[in-house]
């Protein structure tokens, strides 16, 4: 199952959340992405946060926060799923996480004739 990059994706693969004491609210907030070893500077609007600790095992953690070091993604260690807590799509603003929808769109075409397990 594919899960468009939206905040609401993680709580779908099974993590937990907590209730953030400020949240992350407007742009420019930076965030490491520890695949490919860069900073992104994300729009933002969440008051909420994944609990590491709850995460299952096969949940790899790609995204995090610069200001507080919270998780911002994640994806499926055996699937091609995938999640971010911050507005991709936001617009007018920085456009650093617009390859997800690339990725996505790629992972569905080299999906859509496999058999569903």
Do not use: C, W
């Amino acid at each position: 199952m594919e899960i468009p990059p939206d905040r609401q994706g993680r709580q779908r693969l099974g993590g937990k959340t907590k209730k953030m004491k400020l949240g992350h609210r407007g742009a420019n907030h930076p965030v490491k992405n520890l695949i490919y070893d860069n900073v992104e500077i994300t729009s933002q609007n969440h008051g909420f946060e994944v609990i590491k600790e709850n995460l299952p095992k096969n949940i790899e953690i790609t995204h995090k926060s610069l200001f507080d070091n919270s998780i911002e993604g994640i994806r499926l260690r055996n699937k091609p799923v995938f999640s971010v807590q911050y507005h991709p799509e936001s617009n007018p603003g920085p456009q650093d996480s617009v390859y997800l929808f690339q990725e996505f769109i790629n992972n569905m075409k080299k999906n859509a004739k496999k058999k569903r397990s």
